[in-house]
T-cell receptor, first 111, second 117 residues
Framework: LAKTTQPISMDSYEGQEVNITCSHNNIATNDYITWYQQFPSQGPRFIIQGYKTKVTNEVASLFIPADRKSSTLSLPRVSLSDTAVYYCLVGEQQAGTALIFGKGTTLSVSS | GAVVSQHPSRVICKSGTSVKIECRSLDFQATTMFWYRQFPKQSLMLMATSNEGSKATYEQGVEKDKFLINHASLTLSTLTVTSAHPEDSSFYIC?????????????FGQGTRLTVV
């Protein structure tokens, strides 16, 4: 499984755009990039997934350069409720394969 | 979307007793489920992979006789912490992956906060 590296923490203010970058230099051809969000005392929640280029959904965008060795999660106009830990994971689309979590990025949003 | 439900959400037990945690996939079948443990301020650590109809696969350092896993049906996996000790106090989370909208997403239970006193 490809190892990922993210910043340990980030601070932001309400209304700002937040970009969290994840490095995954050893990503394999069949690997997808997925981001999860976790609030305290809750299980992680799926945010977005991509393979290459750009993916956008109702909550975030995911930018993946051509070499796929990194990815950037973009959260537009964050609010206090976006304060959470964000995990970048890389792996195959196999239901029988466990997700291995790195340390994640703790995002703190202030007013 | 798919839902994974975990019960109980929190439990307090005395040292030496056993605690059972249930994990159910509510609207999909899960041949495989995963159990994680999370200590305060730390990331999720994979404990074991639960396989329906066969033995669970445990990660290195996880005692299979202490953390009993049973995956009796395609929608239910249970984790039993036997002879619990205070150091077993942690946040336990189950997960199952499901093909949804052309991609394989992982769905997580709400987690179980275990406190051993």
């Amino acid at each position: 499984l490809a190892k990922t590296t993210q910043p340990i923490s980030m601070d932001s203010y309400e209304g700002q755009e937040v970009n969290i970058t994840c490095s995954h230099n050893n990503i394999a051809t069949n690997d997808y990039i997925t981001w999860y969000q976790q609030f305290p005392s809750q299980g992680p929640r799926f945010i977005i997934q991509g393979y290459k280029t750009k993916v956008t959904n109702e909550v975030a965008s995911l930018f993946i350069p051509a070499d796929r060795k990194s990815s950037t999660l973009s959260l537009p106009r964050v609010s206090l409720s976006d304060t959470a830990v964000y995990y970048c994971l890389v792996g195959e689309q196999q239901a029988g394969t466990a997700l291995i979590f790195g340390k994640g990025t703790t995002l703190s949003v202030s007013s | 979307g798919a839902v994974v439900s975990q019960h109980p959400s929190r439990v307090i037990c005395k040292s030496g007793t056993s605690v059972k945690i249930e994990c159910r996939s509510l609207d999909f079948q899960a041949t495989t489920m995963f159990w994680y443990r999370q200590f305060p301020k730390q990331s999720l650590m994979l404990m074991a992979t639960s396989n329906e109809g066969s033995k669970a696969t445990y990660e290195q350092g996880v005692e299979k006789d202490k953390f009993l896993i049973n995956h009796a049906s395609l929608t239910l996996s249970t984790l039993t912490v036997t002879s619990a000790h205070p150091e077993d106090s942690s946040f336990y989370i189950c997960s199952a992956r499901h093909l949804l909208g052309g991609k394989t997403e992982a769905f997580f239970g709400q987690g179980t906060r275990l406190t051993v006193v």
